[in-house]
């Protein structure tokens, strides 16, 4: 599928109603969301016939475009607002419309509770997520990564701050233990005024979207 | 919830040891259509639990999965397959629970999402 396509599908991706603040809710927007699925699709691993988990999947802009592309998807987040726009989201945005389904499911769960037996069972191809910034709770993004790691064989693909990027590249691969961690692009997230502590009507900020790659277990 | 998903879940409830396969109430099945992709089924069957598979399948009412499956049936029984793919990806779960085989405790499943939050005193 053509960048502009999917990314006009996606701009249909319904955004929080009331975000929350604890959960550092914001909604991938469509173009970056766009890239990243694009990115993964033509570059990397590739979607038709994959196994995803979407680690904190809100809205669903990244799972749901997943699907799109051809991928069986399994979103988790621990927000039920989130979710059920979410599946809003995965009839709205359905290219297919009343003919085919998505081959997507969510479930509610707290990312950062997932035992490692339940780690284990929900083994997929890739990982994508959005995780909080760590900007309220600091260190939940490393924390979701670290999930991540124990969910993907393949890779997982992730959204950090730029300014934190030498701390992730170390803590991926000493750490968490991927074989290889790079920065695929680095974005401007453009972060409309979402919360009342936002002082400015919108707010660029450099984010990096990175690729962690799987250290193949025999 | 689709029986795919409820393949990969299990109770993770501190100290539960009894914790897989999920039994399910369902109070509202629908059936829904998805693209048929036997690879996919292929990719897929190592990962399933297939008893778990089949007896949540037949507590749905849902006949038609054998015991066991042949390399022979998973690369050329279109039969097989497609019966495979309609229950594991078409047959979604909207409303009922899910019951952890040990305790009891049912996480509800609404409007097609279970509930897997646990309490303070669960985790």
């Given at each position: 599928m053509k960048l502009k396509d999917l990314q006009s599908l996606?701009?249909?991706?319904?955004?929080?109603?009331?975000?929350?603040?604890?959960?550092?809710?914001?909604?991938?927007?469509?173009?970056?969301?766009s890239h990243?699925?694009?990115?993964?699709?033509?570059?990397?691993?590739?979607?038709?016939?994959t196994t995803v988990v979407d680690l904190g999947c809100g809205c669903g802009a990244l799972g749901v475009g997943a699907a799109i592309l051809g991928a069986h998807v399994l979103g988790i987040d621990i927000d039920e607002d989130a979710l059920a726009i979410a599946q809003e989201n995965r009839e709205e945005m359905n290219p297919w419309g009343e003919d085919e389904a998505l081959s997507i499911d969510f479930v509610r769960a707290n990312v950062l509770e997932l035992s490692p037996g339940m780690r284990d069972r929900l083994k997929a191809d890739?990982?994508?997520?959005?995780?909080?910034?760590?900007t309220r709770a600091k260190g939940v993004d490393m924390e979701f990564l670290r999930v991540a790691s124990g969910i993907a064989t393949s890779a997982v693909y992730s959204l950090h701050k730029t300014s934190t990027r030498s701390y992730i590249q170390r803590h991926a691969l000493k750490t968490l233990g991927f074989k290889k961690a790079q920065v695929v692009a680095e974005l401007r997230y453009d972060l409309p005024k979402t919360y009342k502590f936002h002082?400015?009507?919108?707010?660029?900020?450099?984010?990096?979207?990175?690729?962690?790659?799987?250290?193949?277990?025999? | 919830m689709k029986l795919l998903t409820h393949n990969l879940l299990e109770c993770h409830i501190k100290g539960v040891t009894n914790k897989y396969p999920f039994l399910v109430e369902a109070q509202q099945v629908e059936q829904t259509e998805v693209d048929f992709n036997p690879d996919f089924l292929r990719r897929m069957y190592p990962k399933l639990d297939w008893k778990?598979?089949?007896?949540?399948?037949?507590?749905?009412?849902?006949?038609g999965l054998p015991d066991s499956v042949t390399e022979e049936m998973l690369k050329s029984?279109?039969?097989?397959?497609?019966?495979?793919h309609h229950i594991l990806l078409e047959v979604d779960v909207e409303e009922g629970a899910l019951i952890c085989p040990e305790t009891g405790r049912r996480f509800p499943i609404v409007k097609g999402i279970p509930n897997l939050l646990l309490n303070e005193d669960e985790c």
């Amino acid at each position: 599928m053509k960048l502009k396509d999917l990314q006009s599908l996606l701009e249909d991706c319904k955004p929080f109603e009331d975000p929350k603040v604890e959960l550092e809710q914001y909604t991938t927007r469509p173009h970056i969301a766009s890239h990243i699925l694009h990115a993964i699709d033509n570059s990397y691993e590739g979607f038709v016939g994959t196994t995803v988990v979407d680690l904190g999947c809100g809205c669903g802009a990244l799972g749901v475009g997943a699907a799109i592309l051809g991928a069986h998807v399994l979103g988790i987040d621990i927000d039920e607002d989130a979710l059920a726009i979410a599946q809003e989201n995965r009839e709205e945005m359905n290219p297919w419309g009343e003919d085919e389904a998505l081959s997507i499911d969510f479930v509610r769960a707290n990312v950062l509770e997932l035992s490692p037996g339940m780690r284990d069972r929900l083994k997929a191809d890739v990982v994508i997520t959005n995780p909080p910034f760590g900007t309220r709770a600091k260190g939940v993004d490393m924390e979701f990564l670290r999930v991540a790691s124990g969910i993907a064989t393949s890779a997982v693909y992730s959204l950090h701050k730029t300014s934190t990027r030498s701390y992730i590249q170390r803590h991926a691969l000493k750490t968490l233990g991927f074989k290889k961690a790079q920065v695929v692009a680095e974005l401007r997230y453009d972060l409309p005024k979402t919360y009342k502590f936002h002082k400015k009507a919108c707010t660029d900020i450099a984010v990096d979207f990175w690729r962690f790659e799987v250290l193949s277990k025999q | 919830m689709k029986l795919l998903t409820h393949n990969l879940l299990e109770c993770h409830i501190k100290g539960v040891t009894n914790k897989y396969p999920f039994l399910v109430e369902a109070q509202q099945v629908e059936q829904t259509e998805v693209d048929f992709n036997p690879d996919f089924l292929r990719r897929m069957y190592p990962k399933l639990d297939w008893k778990a598979f089949k007896d949540t399948a037949e507590g749905l009412k849902l006949e038609g999965l054998p015991d066991s499956v042949t390399e022979e049936m998973l690369k050329s029984d279109e039969a097989f397959l497609r019966a495979f793919h309609h229950i594991l990806l078409e047959v979604d779960v909207e409303e009922g629970a899910l019951i952890c085989p040990e305790t009891g405790r049912r996480f509800p499943i609404v409007k097609g999402i279970p509930n897997l939050l646990l309490n303070e005193d669960e985790c």
